[in-house]
């Protein structure tokens, strides 16, 4: 099992910055990928970014790629997304989650444990 916690969201302005962080406990974190989701209301949840389990390679969707930078510290079994420039489309609950897989997929079936979510609000 593994258990994932988010934090760091919050309401800020178009053009501004938030950091998002997931605590992740149960498993040896290092043992897995890593990935964002977001949804917003009315909408599927999508991927926006993913991160390998010893973090070179990353993947990202194209509408947040050049804006978010998604990072892990093994030593501290947190994930982060550093998210700059923000568009009020950006407006959504984020989600951090764990496949049972190496590198990051873009298929939301494909990830096995989630968090319980962050709001993130950009207001124009």
């Known amino acids: 099992q593994v258990q994932l916690v988010e934090s760091g969201g919050g309401l800020v302005q178009a053009g501004g910055s938030l950091r998002l962080s997931c605590a992740a406990s149960?498993?040896?974190?290092?043992?897995?990928?890593m990935g964002w989701f977001r949804q917003a209301p009315g909408k599927e949840r999508e991927f926006i970014a993913g991160?390998?389990?010893?973090?070179?390679?990353?993947l990202y969707a194209d509408s947040v790629k050049g804006r978010f930078t998604i990072s892990r510290d093994s030593a501290k079994n947190t994930l982060f997304l550093q998210m700059n420039s923000l568009k009020p489309e950006d407006t959504a609950v984020y989600y951090c989650?764990?496949?049972?897989?190496?590198?990051?997929?873009?298929?939301?079936?494909?990830?096995?444990?989630w968090g319980q979510g962050t709001q993130v609000t950009v207001s124009s």
């Open positions: 989650a764990a496949p049972l897989k190496t590198f990051p997929v873009r298929d939301t079936a494909a990830y096995n444990y």
């Open positions: 149960g498993r040896t974190f290092s043992d897995f990928a």
């Open positions: 991160i390998s389990r010893i973090g070179t390679t990353t």
